[in-house]
């Protein structure tokens, strides 16, 4: 009998790891950019994840479901950790003195991909999240994993999910659109840019 994908990865074949790359990497390097705002980081993001999930191959369970989610939990874990690890460089390195400001094309880049100023709000605005608000915000709309499936790649309830997703678009809607509103557009006074909060309304809730 063939054996699964699961089975085959748990057991150390990396035939297997390649499918998985094959499969999920792209989607994981969409993930780790638009989190990061930095492409040479989300390629960083990218291996890092998949040096993860070899690494932890053993602690897979046996079944037939989708490694999708479980591949999930394990970027979100690396992208806290390399979120965490530039803020703590970039204080070092404030604590150094200031240095000539470079500009930095990553959000142009990022703004550009996903099509428009609202997008960039609710980029803007999710640091003003809590952290748990944040990772079932991305897991759920930029990558478009259902309620399950997010919540298995954060080990938390279904419930907990729906609970976390709902605030988190709650608050990113008021502060996104708190932040269009205030960018007028230049054509004429008091006119505000046009789209509204498209991203952060095509929420997938209703296929959920």
């Not at 390649?18 to 994981?28: K, P, R, S």
């Not at 605005?125 to 952290?131: C, K, N, T, V």
């Not at 709309?141 to 309830?157: F, I, K």
């Not at 659109?177 to 809730?205: C, F, I, Y």
């Amino acid at each position: 009998m063939e054996l699964s994908q699961r089975a085959r990865l748990c057991a150390g074949d990396r035939s297997a790891l390649g499918e998985l790359f094959d499969a999920h990497a792209q989607a994981v390097y969409a993930y780790a950019l638009r989190t990061l705002g930095d492409w040479a980081a989300a390629e960083d993001a990218v291996s890092l994840t998949y040096l993860e999930a070899w690494r932890l191959r053993g602690k897979l369970h046996e079944g037939d479901e989708s490694l999708r989610p479980w591949l999930f939990g394990i970027a979100t874990n690396v992208l806290h950790n390399t979120a965490r690890a530039t803020r703590r460089h970039k204080a070092a390195m404030a604590r150094l003195g200031e240095r000539e400001p470079v500009e930095d094309f990553a959000e142009g880049l990022v703004t550009r991909i996903d099509a428009g100023a609202e997008l960039a709000a609710v980029r803007r605005a999710l640091p003003s999240l809590r952290r748990s608000e944040r990772e079932v915000f991305r897991l759920c709309v930029w990558v478009g994993l259902d309620y399950a499936s997010a919540a298995e790649a954060l080990g938390v309830p279904v419930g907990t999910v729906r609970s976390r997703l709902s605030r988190a678009r709650t608050r990113l809607r008021a502060l996104a659109e708190k932040e269009l509103t205030n960018r007028r557009d230049p054509t004429g006074p008091g006119q505000v840019r046009d789209g509204g909060l498209v991203a952060a309304r095509s929420m997938q809730g209703e296929n959920r």
